[in-house]
């Protein structure tokens, strides 16, 4: 699967940003919108993410082979780990 | 078991290191570390941090707020007594021979709820706690800290060492302007003493750190940064983002306060001075007074 063959996965992205922030307007999170330094995503959130991911890409994802762009926006998640293949 | 590397490392005058982790500071080292860190503490306090002394332990039960023994169990020191009823002292007083190794026999021991500091700035938030702060909150302290290592080496990696910690308390960008200026100071110093340290981005030693969301955390956004001199960090600059807000109910503008520390782990400053320029203290540049330096 790429995430770009299926816009659901930036929607489930979406969906899980929301979720953990009740109060965000949904127009206002776009995907470029900064989920770590703006902390839309957390330390208590991030595994779930992690799980997220990986079964959005249907296979596990070395938390090791992360860098600091890695979980920056939607679009960094979807080009680098979704469609990029990081291992 | 402790490994240590030999001894033979070039150690100031005064100094006088032990494999089992710990230093003994003496003479004109000790007298230059104390100039150091007082002028540490006048850039603090013309700043408006006010000065604490606290005591070398803290309850298990504010280290266990922050995840401490799931995130660092590995660097853990907890002080054991014996059980408060007298059979049981008698017991011991019985048979309290250390055996070859010199470990004292253990058989029974009182309930222990505290563990000695790990970190110099760790007893600041649980004072602040459950308190909205109607400003930011500048502290200061100095701690003799503990962590248990895998290996010790005198004035580098040490089980026993002294931390001096500017800690910051209030919004996100109160907290952030504070680690700019923190890192300004570490700056100013270094270039004093003719050192000329390297900014490293770098992480806490988190136990298992790839089933620990912290440490996944720092991976995707650094949140500690080191002044490295002769390959060893002799300061770092941390932002904590909320997570001291958080654990002990600080407040801060209607949000969980943020929290950011300048650390100085004093005898490295001791390991790297000797390394640029000799083991001799007294033909060492001072830090001079708290004037020109800011905060």
């Known amino acids: ?87 | 078991m402790i490994r240590t590397e030999p001894l033979a490392r070039t150690l100031p005058r005064g100094v006088t290191g032990s494999s089992d982790g710990t230093c003994t500071v003496s003479g004109a080292a000790l007298r230059w570390l104390d100039r150091l860190d007082r002028a540490i503490v006048g850039v603090a306090e013309a700043c408006g941090a006010d000065q604490h002394a606290f005591p070398p332990v803290i309850p298990a039960r504010d280290l266990e707020r922050i995840d401490y023994f799931r995130s660092f169990p590995h660097l853990v020191t907890m002080p054991v007594t014996f059980p408060a009823d007298e059979a049981a002292q008698q017991r011991v007083a019985a048979d309290c021979a250390l055996d070859a190794t010199g470990s004292v026999p253990l058989r029974e021991h009182a309930p222990v709820r505290h563990a000695l500091i790990p970190a110099a700035c760790y007893p600041v938030y649980p004072m602040l706690g459950r308190s909205p702060l109607d400003r930011r909150v500048l502290v200061t302290t100095r701690g003799t800290c503990f962590r248990r290592e895998v290996e010790f080496i005198p004035l580098r990696r040490q089980w026993t060492f002294s931390m001096r910690e500017i800690v910051c308390v209030g919004t996100a960008s109160e907290v952030r302007e504070f680690l700019d200026r923190g890192r300004r100071l570490v700056e100013v110093l270094t270039g004093r003493l003719g050192l000329d340290p390297e900014w490293a981005v770098a992480s806490d030693p988190f136990f298992q750190p790839h089933r620990n969301p912290r440490a996944l955390m720092q991976l995707l956004a650094p949140v500690k940064h080191e002044a490295v001199v002769d390959e060893l960090a002799i300061s770092s600059v941390n932002l904590h983002h909320d997570h001291f807000g958080r654990a002990f109910e600080i407040g801060r503008d209607g949000r969980a306060a943020h929290s950011g520390c300048v650390a100085f782990g004093l005898e490295r400053w001791l390991g790297v001075m000797a390394g640029r320029w000799g083991p001799d203290p007294a033909r060492w540049p001072g830090p001079g007074g708290s004037g020109g330096l800011d905060v």
């Open chain 1, 1 to 87: 699967m790429t995430a770009d063959a299926d816009p659901s996965a930036r929607d489930a992205l979406r969906g899980f940003v929301l979720e953990l922030n009740p109060d965000l307007d949904p127009e206002r999170l776009l995907d470029d919108t900064p989920l770590i330094t703006e902390r839309l995503v957390t330390s208590r959130h991030v595994l779930d993410l992690l799980l997220l991911i990986e079964s959005l890409r249907q296979a596990p994802l070395d938390p090791r082979s992360l860098v600091p762009s890695s979980f920056a926006d939607i679009n960094a998640i979807v080009g680098t780990l979704l469609v990029g293949g990081a291992r």
